[in-house]
């Protein structure tokens, strides 16, 4: 089964730019679906996208005007950015294997607060 | 927008059957899964595609979906289920991938 890892920094200031990473292991990105979701604290579940392994992405209407989801498959991850960020973008950001758009693998999540 | 709507709490004594709901329009006609989230960790799927199980998900654990409401129960409750469950879909006409609210598993 592919294992997913989430990277980037934990604290982003307001209005800056939230960068995470998702290395992929065990498996390749050049198939299928990848998809980031969220969880604000003590909130539910937030699908924020997807992208697919030849560059097409969808995500969340939103968010969609501050994200863009993409993939590199030289490095085997697949990457998010998410703009103009506010206090409201503080969540656990979770990076997942998205095959047939159901989730069968999620990283441990990373942590990311919006702060000045 | 399509919208899922799953109960807030339900709670189960150990060794009875929990059952918890998600409605959505003509969702009978979608495929339905099911995450469980422990405090702390990730969601991990312990249904697919309305009734299938995953590969080292127990037995106990089953899925059914029919009209507008999906059902994942759960037999033989063990206070390790204890967790949030949310059910999602793929809202094929729109391309968007939907979670329910979530619903808090209690064992009593």
């Known amino acids: 089964q592919v294992q997913l890892q989430e990277s980037g920094p934990g604290l982003v200031k307001p209005s800056e730019t939230l960068s995470l990473i998702c290395n992929v292991s065990?498996?390749?990105?050049?198939?299928?679906?990848w998809s980031w979701i969220r969880q604000a604290p003590g909130k539910g579940l937030e699908w924020i996208g997807y992208?697919?392994?030849?560059?097409?992405?969808n995500s969340n209407p939103s968010l969609e005007s501050r994200v863009t989801i993409s993939v590199d498959t030289s490095k085997n991850q697949f990457l998010l950015n998410l703009r103009s960020v506010t206090a409201a973008d503080t969540a656990v950001y979770y990076c997942?294997?998205?095959?047939?758009?159901?989730?069968?693998?999620w990283g441990p999540g990373t942590l990311v607060t919006v702060t000045s | 927008s399509y919208g899922l709507t799953q109960p807030p709490s339900v709670s189960v004594a150990p060794g009875q059957t929990a059952r918890m709901t998600c409605g959505g329009n003509d969702l009978g006609g979608k495929s339905v899964h099911w995450y469980q989230q422990k405090p702390g960790q990730a969601p991990v799927m312990v249904v697919f595609d309305d009734s299938n199980r995953p590969s080292g998900i127990p037995e106990r654990f089953s899925g059914s979906n029919s009209g507008n409401t999906a059902t994942l129960t759960i037999n033989r409750v063990e206070a390790g289920d204890e967790a949030d469950y949310y059910c999602?879909?793929?809202?094929?006409?729109?391309?968007?991938?939907?979670f329910g609210g979530g619903t808090k598993l209690t064992v009593l």
């Open positions: 992208v697919y392994f030849h560059g097409r992405s």
């Open positions: 999602q879909v793929w809202h094929s006409s729109t391309d968007q991938v939907i």
């Open positions: 065990g498996g390749s990105v050049s198939r299928d679906y």
């Open positions: 997942a294997s998205s095959h047939q758009l159901l989730f069968d693998s």
